[in-house]
């Protein structure tokens, strides 16, 4: 078994673990990022691609934002249908915000390249981690590596490992309260090397299931329909999906559309979920290992974001002062931003998607809360301040 130490480790090499990795590495914070899979596979995963303020200026303090800056598409509104209708909301009018759309592969990307360049240690291909002593003031974590066992001494562990990490199972189940949504569709996503439909999001509402026109820069867009939980991508001809996007666009939108071939075909399931507490001793929990939102409201990699920022300035100021408030109240503090995530993602997608067995009565209060939302300012506002992000 090889020892070593370090201050912090970093349980999963995705966009929480890097950025957690980075920000403290600018403060003189030393850590190790344990990954289980490649780097070349944790790129090749397509996920989110709205970026809120919030973690545009956790970028900036990085030092990881030039590329970003460059390429990403700033966004002042969104397009919003229903049926034939559609409307905008001015994010920028009514916040003097807007976001950034701009990958998540590409800030990964990003990170994984400012961690390179100042020696981060990440390891990958790790396997069986463990976090050891959590509730003491000296925590390990051992793993194994090409069949090497290790363990690395710390002062803390971050769990960034995502849903299916190890993290948030450390934690006694008798200390944990999780809650749960299984939303009764999933996402079918396509990335095509087409232009976008539109400058801005389109979110889409119509009798036939949810829509989404996106993008990732002016040649790559990204589209996703609703689709049932047992559907398979491979069910899909990329004919078939360009008819059904059309189809549950207004007319002139679908007039416009530019197919082409799809260079990625994935179905995500939506789920709302939430554990408390993320902090357990030493241990403190990140992103996706504490909690999913539906992608609706773009709050996933946002809110795994507003996380990093608590974590980070906690650790920050323990290590400046010795004083452990910021780590004390990560927990309490983390979770008040999160459940308000998850209620504006819960709500985004309770408005724009068709459910199973969806009343008559159901539908026209959908309706009627898209009108309520197109005519009235202060509904536009209310979802503009969400959108954009809600302050840290
Ligand atoms: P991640 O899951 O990204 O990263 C966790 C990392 O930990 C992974 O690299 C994993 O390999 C590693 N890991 C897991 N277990 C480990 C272990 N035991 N040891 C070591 N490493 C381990 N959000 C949006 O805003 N918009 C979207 O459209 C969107 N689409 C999504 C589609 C899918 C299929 C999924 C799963 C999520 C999507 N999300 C979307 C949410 C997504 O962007 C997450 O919020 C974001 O990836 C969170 O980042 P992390 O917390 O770093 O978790
Ligand atoms: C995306 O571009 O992948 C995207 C954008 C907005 C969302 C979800 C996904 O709400």
Redesign the pocket.
């Known amino acids: 078994m090889s020892d070593s130490s370090t201050q912090v480790v970093i349980i999963g090499g995705g966009p929480s673990g890097l950025l957690l990795s980075q920000l403290l590495h600018v403060r003189g914070i030393n850590s190790v990022v344990l990954e289980r899979k490649t780097k070349d596979y944790v790129l090749s995963r397509i ?4 970026l809120e303020r919030g973690l545009l200026s956790l970028m900036r303090e990085a030092g990881v934002s030039e590329r970003m800056e460059s390429e990403g598409l700033a966004h002042d509104g969104t397009l919003i249908s229903y049926g034939d209708q559609m409307f905008r909301v001015d994010f920028k009018e009514h916040t003097g915000n807007s976001v950034m ?1 701009y ?1 998540q592969t590409e800030v990964t990307r990003d990170l994984y390249e400012a961690r390179e360049k100042t020696g981060g240690k990440i390891e990958f291909n790790v396997e069986d981690v463990e976090i050891h002593n959590a509730k003491t003031d000296a925590p390990f974590v051992t793993h194994t590596q090409a069949g090497i066992s290790h363990r690395i001494n710390c002062d803390f562990v971050a769990g960034c490992d995502g849903f299916h990490g190890v993290s948030r199972k450390t934690i006694p189940q008798d200390l944990r309260k999780e809650y749960e949504k299984v939303y009764p569709f999933g996402w079918l ?1 396509i990335l095509s090397a087409t232009p976008p439909v539109s400058h801005e ?1 389109i979110y889409a509402n119509s009798e036939r299931g949810f829509a ?1 026109c ?3 820069n002016k040649n790559l867009s ?1 589209y ?1 329909i609703q689709c049932d939980l047992s559907d398979r991508p491979e069910n899909w001809s990329d004919d078939a999906f360009w008819t059904e996007l059309k189809r549950r666009l207004p007319a002139d939108v679908a007039a416009k559309m530019v197919t082409g071939p799809s260079i990625e075909k994935s179905i995500a399931p939506l789920r709302s979920f939430v554990c408390e507490p993320m902090r357990w001793g030493r241990l403190f929990l990140c992103g996706d290992a504490a909690h999913i939102v539906p ?4 709050k996933g990699l946002n809110t795994a974001a507003s996380d990093v920022n608590y974590l980070y300035n906690g650790l920050r100021k323990f290590y400046e002062t010795g004083d452990t408030s910021g780590i004390d109240n990560y927990s309490a503090v983390a979770l008040s931003r999160v459940w308000k995530a998850e209620r504006f993602s819960w709500w985004f997608s309770s408005l724009m998607h068709r459910y199973p067995k969806q009343s008559d009565f159901d539908f026209k209060m959908q309706v009627a809360e898209l009108e309520f939302l197109r005519s009235n300012q202060a509904a536009q506002q209310a979802m503009a301040e969400n959108y954009v992000g809600l302050p840290y």
């Open positions: 996920r989110a691609g709205v759309v990958g996503g999001l989404l996106s993008m990732r990204r996703y992608p609706t409201g773009a």
